[in-house]
């Protein structure tokens, strides 16, 4: 399983994340009561889901890095994975939220009142969300860390959604008076699609969809003068902590000793090579006379 400093690292990134989104969150709720603009209240609330999946995901974190036990000689690592989907139910329980506000306004239409500060407010919170969704997923690529880059798209969404409120704004001002609550329907589209796209990726490692290709693991072990043959090759896992098992036929016949220091070095190899591969299971299987 990765290391304590991974879960620390992570667990510090998604505390910084969360204070920002809770200032979007509120600057936009606020103000988008005050104006009474049903796309900006909605949009608040996607924002405040960004820092409730925060939570979630500090939670998660806190409980993947438990080590292995006798019922869990794996590690906890896949509570990481398990609170990547959670944010993605959330992403969803916030759609229907907005699908119920926009609906009420479609039955009593009333027009908010937009000025400049108004998208002053929206521009300030989308530089913050971009910066925050940057950094994040920067975080995650590097960490390999599946909870974050979930969450860096969670605030993604929050981008566009931002950036169709704005166009909301536009067409209000040129008198499209219907614009917020269709404003309010696109931001959902745009808040589903990210949920599919985490429940897909999370689902790939709860079915141990294999994270390197058979290719790529022969093609390394191949390096190896003395393997003559690579084949049953697995893999699964996330990209932080990858487990690979595999067989090898030597090109000649070996001692035992001989044989687990070749498999030794495939698995050092496999190590080094590929980043995130944390255990190796080598068969060799018996050469021919």
Not at 12 to 17: E, Y
Not at 73 to 92: D, M, Q, R
Not at 157 to 183: E, H, M, N, R
Not at 253 to 270: F, M, P, R, T, V
């Amino acid at each position: 399983m990765p290391d304590q400093s991974y879960y620390n690292t992570v667990k510090r990134v998604l505390l910084g994340v969360l204070v920002l989104n809770l200032a979007v969150a509120l600057s936009k709720l606020v103000y988008g009561w005050y104006t009474n603009s049903l796309s900006m209240v909605s949009d608040g609330f996607h924002s405040l889901f960004d820092a409730t999946s925060n939570v979630i995901g500090v939670v998660g974190i806190i409980l993947a890095s438990r080590p292995p036990d006798p019922d869990h000689p794996y590690g906890h690592s896949k509570f990481e994975t398990f609170s990547s989907l959670a944010i993605a139910v959330l992403l969803f329980v916030t759609c229907f939220e907005i699908l119920q506000s926009a609906w009420g306004r479609f039955l009593n239409p009333t027009v908010p009142d937009i000025t400049i500060l108004s998208f002053l407010v929206m521009g300030v919170t989308i530089a913050v969300n971009i910066t925050v969704s940057w950094y994040e997923n920067r975080r995650g690529q590097e960490l390999g860390s599946s909870i974050l880059i979930a969450d860096s798209m969670h605030t993604r969404s929050d981008i566009y959604s931002s950036l169709v409120v704005i166009g909301g704004f536009i067409l209000i001002k040129l008198g499209f008076t219907q614009a917020d609550p269709v404003i309010s329907l696109l931001i959902v589209i745009l808040i589903a699609r990210m949920g599919l796209k985490i429940i897909r990726q999370s689902s790939d490692v709860l079915l141990d969809r294999a994270p390197i290709s058979e290719e790529r693991i022969r093609e390394v072990v191949s390096q190896l003068d003395p393997v003559k043959e690579c084949h049953r090759i697995r893999s699964r896992g996330v990209a932080s902590e990858i487990y690979v098992d595999l067989h090898i036929t030597l090109d000649a016949c070996y001692s035992i000793n001989e044989a687990h220091q070749i498999a030794h070095q495939a698995e050092d190899k496999l190590k080094s090579s590929i980043p995130g591969v944390k255990d190796v299971v080598v068969h060799v299987d018996p050469c021919d006379d």
